[in-house]
Structure formats: C-alpha cells, structure tokens
C-alpha cells in the first residue's frame, strides 16, 4: 500500500523516533505547528479517526502512545488532535494524534 506513514512504520522512509511500542509509532513532525509536535501513529493501518475507533487495540495503542509522549517529554499541558477528512485538514490518510505543546493552545483560539 503507497502510505507514508505505513513506510515509516516500517522503516522504509526516515523519521525522527521518539519512542514506540508494539501497538504504535511516535516521531516528530516534519513541519512543525507548535515548538512540540509529535505524531503517534498505529502501527497498523487504519485511515482515520473513525477507523481507528473499530480496532479498540489500536486506539488505545494511540492513546497509550500520547501519554507516554507526554510523560517522555514532561509535558504538562499538551493538545491532542486528531484531523479526520482533507476538508478538515487530514493530508495524511493513515491515523495520527498530534500531540502539540510550548506555546499557547487554549482552545478555541482567541
Ligand atoms: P494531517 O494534515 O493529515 O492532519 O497531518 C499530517 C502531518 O504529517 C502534517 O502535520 C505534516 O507536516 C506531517 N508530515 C507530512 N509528511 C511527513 C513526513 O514525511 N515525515 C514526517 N515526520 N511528518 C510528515
Ligand atoms: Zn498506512
């Protein structure tokens, strides 16, 4: 299957691990949006949110994965976002969390 995130999962393209587990992937993001922005994939591939939702393994793997992001980094205050569809900004279509941290991230933005 012709998936980025597929093929850093399996090592074929480079990315900046930070830590992973049977079930999932984090790296950093190439573009970063904030001064933290970290990526945790499932290692399986499942094309969004809503996917991720009906393999309950993988989507605890994800949530599991943040977390342990978070505690790696010492972060604190972090969001977590998942985009889910192209009009809403997923470019990506392999599931991610983006974990975001560093700067002001209240929501909704002022
Ligand atoms: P989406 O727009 O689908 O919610 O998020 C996709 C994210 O993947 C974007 O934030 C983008 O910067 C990141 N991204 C795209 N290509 C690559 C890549 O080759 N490597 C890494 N590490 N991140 C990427
Ligand atoms: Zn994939």
Known sequence: ????????????????VLAQDTGWLAFEDIDPKAPVHVLVVPKRH???????GSDPQAAAAVLAGVGAVARQLGLTAYRTVFNTGAEAGQSVFHAHAHVLSGRNLTWPPG
């Open 1 to 16: 299957m012709d998936c980025l995130f597929c093929k850093i999962v399996a090592g074929e393209i480079p990315a900046a």
């Open 46 to 52: 499942l094309a969004d949110v809503g996917e991720l």
